[in-house]
């Protein structure tokens, strides 16, 4: 192995890192207002595949600003069934992911081809050009997201009305706090970041939208968040470890002498994923309001 | 809100609840359902097709006649199955969406024996046995994570479920591969076959199969001390701890009831699905893929109860068999892919507790609007 395969190792890691960080980003607030989404999948696939329709009518921008759009609105219409409805959210969850493949699929057959979409090149976000080789942009996004979140959990006081809710909804209700609309906001501004990853997936970095082109990323997400323990900068960490071996898979692959076979180095980042959530779990804490819709007495 | 309104809302939410006491969670399914077809139609319309054409296609297809009931039920078969597992764990207060890899497992268990000879009946016997020892290990990895590590299984059955995708297309490619036609397994020999229960049609015995199977885990749930316990660990963990119930020890044992469910599913699909009775691991396996994730759709339209879960299937397999219909309508075709939009609509309503009180809700909010807008442009005029 040379120093060039590393560098292109490191590249592919990174890019692979921006999806699961910043899903698992947004899904640390979404927790800490006290609702768990784990629709974070679906909303990855939509978004994917919107951002292409956005990219080829306005660019693309167009095309992350659409992904991250609809991301929002997902989460929002989770947070208004999981809130003002006390809707299940595993089975809200569920039901996004299933309704995201069945649209994504049908979308892709109107489209064309069934199953793939190709992104114009000249519609893909452009790479900057860099000593490591072509970067996205989106990576400096998703280093600084975490450090912006994290200021904004522990340093502001809107961040702490959001763990309030999370923690202890009763007493966030008694101090005038409106517990349903903080987790309203929450989810949505959770669905916005998965929607933005999900774009970025097909406008900025694959180039192209298949079917399952979320490929358990959601679910990664998921894993980052126990990892981290609500600590955005634990996720940026997690993701980067996700991403590397995701990147790893990726990497093998194109070795010419096939040392392994294909299908035992794509199961590599989904092994990982198991070890390092069944290896950190005792120590995490969660909100003690988690997964419970909040009901006034 | 005023008093009044209040007063008019409590009304109207007691009176939708008095009148649906006992029909409640039934009709609630029904509802689910339309809401689901109903946003399909919106769907399908905003793409330019007819919807109201597409589901008469869906619904001649689906239950018209013996051949259409036997699709149906056909297709209806192994979604029974990865429904149970879904419900069983759902019973036992965990959310076990596995059942996908479990499937496959399961079915690349029951093509193991076609590498070797059986007589008949005993081989196919031989050929569920693989198949539900394979589902149930593959369940016990994330059932021991859960207990011992607080693994969340919702995480850890999505990774197996991946885990097993890419195993049983290695399996499918490497090992179990028909020598003759590399995108395809070995083929199920006819001894080990589930026998045809209609002439023409691929509906098979394997249906039968799966409602045994529905009516013996009814059994085991509802007339068993095992089974008490696991409805009682679900409903009230700590409450169950203090009767005396082993939490842990139930939780694994619906994991493992749930693999072998699922396990017999991939078995009904290989096993009891002519004409091809082996997986295309070519094409990524078409025949398998979503059966486990479609049977969490029917387990909770079937509100998690076996019988529920029977009459579920019947709409969901007709659904799948209708859409097949559908898709080649004459000026009309909607892509099968239509069913899944829709059936995923259907969970996202059933996730609403006690959906019939959101129209009473609506009609209430909707009043109130009125009262608004009425009133608005009468003070103008007092004004000028």
């Known amino acids: 192995m040379n120093w060039i395969d590393l560098l292109g190792l490191l590249r592919i890691a990174l890019h692979a890192m921006v999806p699961i960080t910043l899903t698992a980003v947004g899904e640390i607030v979404t927790e800490t207002s006290g609702l768990f989404n784990i629709g974070l999948e679906g909303i990855l696939l939509i978004s994917a595949f919107v951002g292409v329709i956005g990219a080829k009518i306005g660019g693309p921008a167009a095309g992350l600003l659409l992904g991250m759009g609809v991301g929002a609105a997902i989460g929002f219409i989770f947070a208004v069934i999981n809130t003002y409805w006390k809707g299940t959210q595993m089975v809200t969850g569920i039901g996004i992911n299933l309704f995201a493949m069945g649209l994504v699929a049908f979308g892709l057959i109107q489209l064309g081809a069934p199953g793939f979409h190709a992104v114009p090149r000249d519609v893909q976000l452009i790479k900057w050009k860099t000593a490591m080789g072509a970067m996205s942009p989106l990576i400096l996004v998703a280093l600084l997201t975490p450090l912006l979140i994290h200021w904004f959990l522990k340093h502001t006081r809107a961040g702490l009305i959001l763990k309030a809710a999370g923690e202890m909804p009763e007493a966030a209700d008694v101090a005038g706090i409106n517990v349903n609309r903080v987790r309203l906001w929450a989810a949505t501004f959770g669905g916005a970041l998965a929607g933005l990853a999900g774009a970025y997936m097909s406008v900025a970095w694959i180039g192209s939208v298949t079917k399952d082109i979320s490929a358990g990323r959601g679910f990664i997400a998921l894993a980052t968040v126990v990892f981290s323990g609500l600590n955005p900068l634990l996720a940026l960490l997690g993701g980067f470890i996700f991403g590397f071996f995701q990147g790893l898979a990726e990497w093998v692959k194109t070795l010419p002498s096939k040392p392994i076979p294909s299908q035992f180095v794509s199961m590599l980042p989904y092994i990982v994923t198991l070890l390092v959530v069944s290896g950190v779990i005792g120590r995490v804490r969660f909100p003690k309001a988690l997964g419970e819709p909040y009901k006034r007495e | ?384």
């Open chain 2, 1 to 384: 809100m005023s008093e009044n309104d209040v007063k008019v809302q409590s009304k109207l939410l007691r009176g939708a609840r008095r009148t649906l006491t006992g029909l409640h969670p039934a009709l609630e399914s029904v509802l689910a359902a339309l809401i689901g077809l109903l946003i399909g139609a919106l769907l399908m319309y905003i793409w330019g097709y007819n919807p109201w054409k597409a589901y008469w296609a869906l619904l001649q297809g689906a239950y018209s006649g013996g051949y259409e009931w036997a699709s149906t039920l056909s297709r209806a078969t192994p979604l029974i199955l990865t429904a149970l597992t879904f419900s069983v764990c759902v019973r036992a207060g965990m959310f076990n969406i596995g059942a996908e890899g479990q499937m496959f497992m399961g079915a690349m268990a029951a093509i193991c024996i076609a590498l070797f000879k059986l007589p008949v009946g005993l081989h196919l016997l031989v050929g569920l046995l693989f198949a539900a020892v394979a589902g149930a290990l593959w369940s016990v990895v994330p059932a021991v994570l859960k207990v011992t590590r607080g693994v969340s299984e919702v995480i850890s059955t999505i990774m197996f479920n991946w885990i097993a995708r890419w195993l049983a297309l290695y399996i499918a490619i490497y090992i179990l591969v028909d020598p003759s036609r590399a995108e395809k397994t070995l083929t199920i020999p006819v001894t080990a076959r589930f026998p045809i229960l209609m002439r023409g049609t691929d509906f098979s015995y394997s249906f039968l199969l799966s409602v045994f199977v529905a009516l013996v885990l009814y059994f085991v749930l509802w007339h068993t001390t095992m089974g008490y316990e696991v409805r009682a660990a679900g409903l009230n963990p700590t409450a169950a701890r203090y009767g005396g119930i082993r939490n842990k020890r139930t939780m694994i044992v619906s994991f493992l009831l749930g693999g072998v469910t699922a396990g017999l599913a991939g078995a009904a699909i290989v096993m009891g699905m002519p004409p091809s009775y082996a997986a295309f691991g070519g094409g990524a396996f078409p025949e398998l893929t979503n059966i486990g994730f479609d049977g969490m759709a029917v387990a909770m339209v079937g509100r998690n109860h076996p019988i529920g879960i029977l009459l579920a299937a019947v709409l969901f397999g007709g659904l799948n068999a209708g859409g097949r219909v559908m898709q080649f309508y004459g000026s009309n075709p909607v892509p099968l892919e239509m069913v899944r939009i829709v059936m995923g609509a259907i969970v996202l309503a059933m996730s609403i507790p006690e959906l019939i009180r959101l129209f009473p809700m609506a009609k209430a909010h909707g009043q109130r609007l009125i009262e608004r807008l009425r009133r608005r442009p009468a003070t103008k005029e007092g004004s000028a």
